[in-house]
């Protein structure tokens, strides 16, 4: 973890994938997006729309904006 706040404190900025958290990408890929969401270290939120598997799987989850405590990048 130390290593991304090092990253993010020297003005990376984090995307998190629609996809991530929810399991889309295996659990190991989970755990670790919760842990860096936890850690306030996103910015903007992306998605892998694609194709018709993902477009279902986005009509099936709802991101909510408490998901991303800090305030906008600027």
């Keep these: 973890m130390e290593e991304y706040i ?3 404190e ?3 900025l ?3 994938n629609a996809g991530s958290l929810e ?3 295996g659990q190991a890929v989970s755990v670790r997006c919760e842990a860096l ?4 270290l996103y910015h903007l939120v992306g998605t892998d729309l ?3 598997r993902y ?3 986005f009509d099936s989850i709802h991101l909510r904006a ?3 405590p800090r305030e906008a990048a600027t």
Excluded at 37 to 40: H, L, S, T, V
């Design 23 to 25: 399991g889309l990408y």
């Design 66 to 68: 408490e998901e991303f």
């Design 37 to 40: 969401m936890k850690a306030g």
């Design 10 to 12: 020297a003005g990376c």
């Design 6 to 8: 090092g990253l993010n």
């Design 55 to 57: 477009a279902m799987f």
């Design 50 to 52: 694609h194709n018709e």
């Design 14 to 16: 984090f995307q998190r």
